[in-house]
């Protein structure tokens, strides 16, 4: 089914234009938030470079203990880390 209206425009005009979209993840967990994720820091930037993401951030639950871990994992995969924390 074609797309219409104002999403088909879009669509069209991206289309003609070739353009690439970078996606960035702002807010993740990673498995040191132990309630909310399982996702490992390896998996994680190896899943990113596989998805041409220039950069991800990581905002585990009220703790930081992935920060160096991910930090270095980051910088040596060629993507910019974006430190954060999940405080409630």
Request: proline share 3%; charged share 15%; aromatic share 6%.
């Amino acid at each position: 089914m074609p797309l219409t209206g104002v999403a088909g425009s879009l669509h069209g005009y991206l289309a003609q234009i070739r353009m690439t979209i970078s996606y960035t993840h702002l807010h993740l967990h990673s498995e040191y938030s132990l309630v909310d994720s399982t996702i490992r820091i390896k998996a994680l930037v190896e899943a990113c470079v596989n998805a041409g993401m220039p950069a991800v951030a990581l905002t585990d639950d009220s703790n930081m203990f992935a920060l160096v871990k991910f930090y270095k994992a980051c910088s040596a995969a060629g993507i910019k880390p974006i430190c954060g924390c999940d405080l409630r």
